[in-house]
């Protein structure tokens, strides 16, 4: 089917994931089930430097910041993944099949993406919505804090959007392509004078 053409059919994901992914185009949407991990820049760094406490071997990684407590998520809404882009090919090169966050990320991670995996984006705003798919199954690298820690997460269907697939689509480029198109039409300029 053509890229993010399926009948609005959305596609049911479940970790560990496999080559599953390799067959999703950007724009398709998909649901999220099984066990994600949080992780923002700390935790990545942490990660770096003393190893990835679970399994990447199919896993998907959320770029989140949630607020827990009493043992639950309160929100869990993603954060901007371009914080990201430098650090997210170690887990890439282990196994991880999917990151998860909202903005999009940059060149070098859709190329690091080709042939293995996809970025998955959720609307930035659903925070709440986000945690009501989720419960908290446990933590790792808690004393980074409640934002830095990696929580280990049980996800229910989670609707989520084919941001960047692993045949290099990029839905947020297609986007930015598409407006600034439409603003040099709109206003007569020429493309290459206003970036």
């Known amino acids: 089917m053509p890229a993010g053409d399926r009948g609005g059919e959305a596609v049911n994901l479940t970790t560990p994931l ?3 992914v390799l067959d999703l185009r950007a724009g398709d949407t998909v649901t999220l089930s099984g066990t994600i991990y949080t992780a923002r820049d700390e935790a990545h760094l942490r990660m770096m430097e003393e190893g990835i406490p679970f399994d990447p071997e199919g896993a998907a990684v959320y770029h989140c910041g949630p607020v827990v407590q009493d043992g639950r998520l309160v929100v869990a809404g993603p954060t901007t993944s371009a914080r990201m882009n430098r650090l997210s ?16 990320m940059g060149p070098e991670v859709v190329e690091q993406l ?8 959720l609307t930035g705003g659903c925070a709440a919505l986000a945690a009501a798919r989720m419960t908290l199954k446990g933590v790792y690298f808690e004393d980074l804090g409640m934002a830095e820690a990696v929580w280990v997460i049980e996800a229910d269907h989670l609707p989520l959007t ?8 990029d839905l947020f480029r297609a986007v930015r392509e598409k407006a600034k198109t439409q603003f040099h039409q709109r206003f007569n300029t020429k493309q290459d004078t206003v970036s």
């Open 18 to 20: 496999g080559d599953e």
């Open 89 to 104: 090919g170690f887990l890439i090169d282990a196994g991880v099949r999917a990151l998860v966050g909202k903005g999009g």
């Open 114 to 121: 080709r042939g293995r995996g996809v970025y998955l984006a």
């Open 162 to 169: 084919v941001g960047i697939d692993a045949h290099g689509g």
